[in-house]
């Protein structure tokens, strides 16, 4: 390791574990390439019990946003309820006929998300070497989430590590090392394999939800991978990494100089796609009672068009 | 055959086609109970090639939505983006930095969407007997899309009514009889079972892309099921129905008393899960290309706490 | 007066206060029709200075809201901006001609606000006798903002309590009596009369500045009017009230089984448009210089159809 | 007049009409300079009936949007209503105290509307040499609509060219020369005076009224100022010119190479505040009716910080 990471460190290793042109000068999806149709065979083939575990927090008010960044947690409007058919307000339907509608108002990184390859970048350039200009009030031309509008479906894997370290949760600041992560994949009969889906859960939202407050959940000091994560994504050929944090990297970060280092290698370089804000605690209680850490995963994000972002339900079928 | 389709016929089919009480009492998923795990398990089995075809229309300002029932297309807005970065406006991230968030507002109705079961009602209550005073401007207290989020995953089936009958798309207006949809699976080789998801294509929405005109598409005239699948679907057992239409049944509507009596049956009193608005168009060509009409399909809604409806990003697992 | 204030005293006094049917049974204006045109004109020969001032809180996000009630603070996002300029993105527009253009989502009642006469309620019915089954969630379809869109010009008065008493704000729980805001009016040498605006300075909006949080400012304890002024504000002729608080009146209420008695009685029986969240800093600072405590007053709510509140900025011209 | 108007006009006249620096290198409120107290004073004295007209369209789904430039029409909600009284959703509040409370999304620029001077812009700079950097996602820094809290009060002055010349409005296309103006002042007996907030009605909105269609209304051809009143408005002084159309000035533009010109000058050089889309039938016919066509004029945005525009509701005071 490294006596100082920094800013230089993120473009050195930026370079190093760079994808572009890897799929073409055109490609917008990164590393969801390696989810090759064949894999995705083989990961209809995991479940035993055909049971489905959802990783998505509920959108709603009670979300963990604070106003950081300018996020605020999903409004949900009526727009006809039950209460205009007691009015009298929908009687000219006829025959009795009576409904509910609604809409809903909310940043595309407010809850369970991907993030898309248009998110970050440093250097005016994002994934694949597209021009940052491509990124404007009127959306993403290139690197939006709805290139992805058919992807991540493949194998997922969940690495829960406060049940591998025996706690309830990683303390703040906790950086992941990817020793670690082969750790933990090992210890539960797991070999990580190109594309696979990786769900990290280091315990910060079951902290969170015990402890009754969001405080400090978003850009707050939290436990999470490390930078030198990155050429372990890198190397392992992960397809997309999500976590149950704001931001899936540790923090603060290990570089002084340097907001969010891993996603800034990962996002622009690698061109992987990562998640935040997944609730896995039902899902690592399935995989405790069951043994198994692998399953079929299907997250889908709605196909907004120039998106940067997309809410998502993340299933997981066992 | 009736002679005459009207809202006493709702009430009576209602009565006869209800799963009221069929899950106990406190049930809130209707027909989806018949997706058991091992009907997931064998839909695990399905896939052949390991092929993704999403069935989500693009959320954007170009969708099928014209102000009916003050329904509004997708807003998309940036709240960061490449020219902030450009101004300087993300200079005070340390190391080079850079990246770009949005936001969305849209009625959850107005494209590619489930409906929850509290969505459509009749004589003061809803599914499984519940009271409409439970849905009010807070949102729905029962029956609302967040219960279903670990739901619609399944066997999806799809019925591609336009190239059963060799033409472009169904006229407005027609209604398919539940004998055609028994055919259009014979021809293809299919068995309609229990805990089916049925896709029905009638290629509506195939015409308004290729005339690029939505004029009609929301409430206006339409092909769709008659009032006599109600029976159809229930006694088929199937979990959810959607359709490339905005409102699934045949428009005008045949019960000239009543206003979208199916979904009053359906929705009401048997319990379905409706979608509309899906974009089949290229679910249809896959299934022509490798001749599979059945598939893996998962299409779980956003857990918007009380919410009536969810947009949704289906995708089909060949 | 009364050993005890309950939802009795409200109901009772709700009748003897009213004003229905007093400007004819299709009335909406309530209490503005006390502002005759003649008042207008005594209203414009007031001003000495020609000096202008604002009685509006700034609209962002840094507003009083904290989640009461469902309402939030401004949600103000650009649709076009100087980035956009230099990415190039307006690039088609010819000549150089750049722009920025944006947007807002705002709950009505969120910062310096007019209540609509639709606004408050009780046993069914709304001011003027119309029954509540007219709002509903496509808007109200009597007493609504709208109807307002010439009104709440006129003479207004400022009483400034702290300012009397000598204080900087008055505690919370303070009940601001009848009396004091004769011996207010009369200390600086302002006679009330028919038709006046009357905005009232409590000093709380002072306090929370002061103090930078807003925490308790909606729907805590506060000073405000008592319910005995329910009669002053109808025997005076009031036309509208307002105050540097979230609520008008007196929190906690002065009757424990009934919320906000004095908005039952006023806005539903008399007919009197309520002010909330009023900036009355600068406009005491600006009287306190020159000692003219009456200003010609205007304060049009934005005629948005069917709403039953409005944002707006308020001017004294003095 | 020139045989050629094109973007090297807009530049020369831009420099030779420009405000910049003209208060003062910190001034974000240009041409409303003009309005003096004593200018204020002086309108306060003009009203002569007491008679108020509202110049706001109103702010709803049927406004004048479609869709240009991402402009939508006002989505206004209800966050509680009459209906959740009858369904019971408020038996919580004590003593039958019920309410309604709505909120609104709207682009800024929607309807009856202020444009900032951070709104347009060329050659990098906007209003007194302010860089467009200063524009970004998160708002305007400087020259934005908020700055003009306490402003646009002063005297009004209704042109009403339809009445001038006899018909029901101007054709799309006719571009109204500064002669006009003048001659249209003095038809009606009004001087125009430094400081003085010009309404210039073409009859564009009585046709869309009439024929109940906005087609064409927003970005189509349209009548409005021509590029020569640049100088007029420059040398007059006024101090904000609105219109009843979508834009100010004549289209289709008079210059091929150069997109809104007229604005690109005024708005950005001459720091003039402009409005469209203001309501002025009332006006006119209240005008008409008491042959006074100067008014006491109140029009203050609402202080959205960093705006770039407001929604209005402008009075006269006649």
Redesign the interface.
């Known amino acids: 390791m490294r006596s100082v990471l ?2 230089n460190t ?1 473009r050195e290793w930026g370079e190093r574990y760079s994808n572009w042109g890897r799929w073409g000068d055109d490609d917008e999806r990164g590393t969801l390439n390696f989810i ?6 083989n990961a ?2 995991i ?8 990783c ?7 979300g963990p946003q604070s ?1 950081v ?4 947690n ?16 929908q009687d000219h ?17 407010c809850g369970t998300q991907w993030d898309a390859l ?7 350039l994002m994934y694949n070497g597209r ?10 031309k290139a690197n939006s989430i ?1 290139r992805l ?3 991540v ?1 493949g194998r997922g894997v969940l690495l829960d590590l406060p049940r591998m370290r025996g706690c309830k949760w990683l303390d703040d600041g906790t950086a992941i090392m990817p020793e670690e992560l082969d750790a933990c994949a090992e210890a539960v009969g797991v070999t990580i394999e190109s594309g696979d889906i990786l769900l990290v859960r280091t315990g910060m939202m079951t902290r969170c939800l015990e402890q009754k407050t969001w405080r400090g959940y978003c850009a707050g000091p939290a436990p999470g991978l490390s930078l030198y994560c990155a050429r372990w994504l890198y190397e392992r050929e992960i397809a997309a990494v999500a976590t149950d944090t704001w931001g899936v990297e540790v923090r603060p970060n290990e ?7 891993l ?2 290698v990962c996002i622009r370089n690698t061109g992987i796609t990562f998640g935040a804000i997944f609730q896995l605690d039902d899902l690592a209680a399935a995989c405790a009672e069951d043994g198994n850490y692998s399953f ?1 995963f ?1 997250a ?10 997309s ?3 993340p ?1 997981a ?1 066992k």
């Open positions: 920094d800013a993120v090759t149709s064949g894999r995705i065979m209809c083939s479940p035993r019990t055909g049971r489905v575990v959802s998505a927090l509920p959108f709603d008010e009670h106003g960044g300018g996020r605020y999903p409004i949900h409007t009526m727009l006809a309820d039950g209460g205009d058919a007691l009015a009298g307000a339907f006829a025959g009795g006929f009576r409904f509910a509608e609604d809409a809903i108002s909310m940043p595309l990184q248009a998110h970050i970048y440093y250097d005016g021009d940052i200009r491509l990124v404007t009030s009127r959306g993403a709805d509008k058919a992807d479906v570089t002084v100089d340097c907001f969010q280092p996603q800034m079929l299907t889908p994000p709605l196909p907004i068009t120039g998106a940067v972002g809410p998502i339900n299933l079928i």
